[in-house]
C-alpha cells in the first residue's frame, strides 16, 4: 500500500504543478479572452497524468475522487486515509516548487494559484477586484463537484467497454468544463472559481497564507458535501430498470454498432487497454 501513497503524492504534486504553472500562463498569455484556454490547458494537463496513474492506483490524485471510491467500497479505510495524506503533501510539494520557481510579483498577482473566494485584488483571473461571498462559493463548489463525480464515476466503471483513453480524456474535458463554468459564471476576478480538490487550495494557503485562509472551510465542505450526495443518489439509481431498457434498445436497432466506435474498440484491444 506504501507503494501506491508514493505514486500517489508523486502524481498529484504532478498534476498540482502542472495545472498551476499552465493555468496562470494562460491569464499571461495577452489573449482577449484567456479564460477560453482553461479547459484546453486542464485537458492537456490532466489527460496524460490520468493515463500513466489510473493503471497504478486508481488515479485519484484527489481527496475528492479518494472519498467517493472509498464510500463505494472500492478502497479500504486505511488506504484512503493514506492516499488523502500523500494527496495532501504531493500538492505541498508541488506549491513550493512554484513558490520556489515563480516570480514573486506574479506569484503575488496570482495568489500562487490558489483558491480564493475573495481575493480583494487579484484572483485567477488577473486585475483588480471583489470576490464572492462564502454561500455563493460553497454552492458553486458542491454543484460543480457533483457534477465532476456524476460524469467521473460512471466513467470509471466502464473502463473496460471504453479503454482507458477514452475514460480519461472524459474525465479531462469534465474536469476543465466545470472549471471554465465557475470561473464565468460570476465574473469576479477576485474569486478564482471552484477549487475541486481540497488538498490543492489548503497546500496553497499553508505556503502564500492571506486571503487564501478567508472562507478557506468552502473548499472542504462542499466537495465532501458532494460526495455523500452523490453517494447516497448513486444507491437510488435504477441499474436493473437501466440495463434491460438498453438490451430491448440494443435488440429493436438490430445490434447495430456504429463503424467508428468499433474500429476505436478493436484499437483498444490491440492496445492490450
Not at 466502464?158 to 479503454?163: A, D, K, P, Q, V
Not at 497546500?203 to 455523500?228: I, N, Y
Not at 454498432?257 to 474498440?265: I, N, P, R
Request: with cysteine; glycine share 12%; charged share 15%.
Amino acid at each position: 500500500m506504501w507503494r501506491a501513497a508514493v505514486t500517489e503524492m508523486v502524481a498529484t504534486a504532478c498534476l498540482v504543478f502542472a495545472l498551476t504553472t499552465t493555468l496562470i500562463s494562460c491569464f499571461e498569455s495577452g489573449q482577449t479572452d484567456p479564460k477560453l484556454l482553461v479547459p484546453v490547458s486542464i485537458f492537456i494537463s490532466g489527460f496524460p497524468l490520468l493515463l500513466a496513474t489510473i493503471p497504478l492506483t486508481g488515479g485519484h490524485m484527489n481527496p475528492v475522487f479518494t472519498l467517493a471510491v472509498a464510500l463505494k467500497g472500492g478502497v479500504s479505510i486505511a488506504r484512503a486515509v493514506a492516499y488523502f495524506v500523500a494527496q495532501c503533501l504531493g500538492s505541498l510539494i508541488a506549491f513550493a516548487v512554484v513558490k520556489a520557481t515563480m516570480d514573486g510579483a506574479t506569484a503575488e498577482k496570482y495568489q500562487l494559484g490558489g483558491c480564493a473566494v475573495n481575493g480583494g485584488g487579484s484572483g485567477v483571473g488577473g486585475g483588480p477586484g471583489s470576490g464572492v461571498g462564502a454561500g455563493t462559493a460553497l454552492a458553486l463548489e458542491f454543484t460543480c463537484t457533483f457534477v465532476l463525480l456524476y460524469v467521473s464515476m460512471p466513467i470509471f466503471g466502464r473502463r473496460r467497454e471504453l479503454g482507458l483513453p477514452t475514460m480519461c480524456a472524459a474525465v479531462a474535458v469534465a474536469y476543465g468544463l466545470v472549471v471554465y463554468v465557475s470561473i464565468t459564471v460570476t465574473g469576479r476576478s477576485g474569486y478564482s472559481g471552484v477549487g475541486l480538490h481540497p488538498a490543492r487550495c489548503w497546500a496553497a494557503a499553508v505556503l502564500f497564507k492571506g486571503p487564501l485562509w478567508e472562507a478557506h472551510w468552502v473548499f472542504w465542505l462542499g466537495p465532501f458535501l458532494a460526495c455523500l450526495v452523490y453517494h447516497a443518489f448513486s444507491l437510488a439509481l435504477p441499474r436493473e430498470e437501466l440495463e434491460k431498457g438498453d438490451e430491448h434498445e440494443e435488440e429493436h436497432s438490430g445490434r447495430q454498432v456504429d463503424k467508428f466506435g468499433s474500429d476505436v474498440l478493436k484499437d483498444f484491444e490491440v492496445s492490450g487497454f
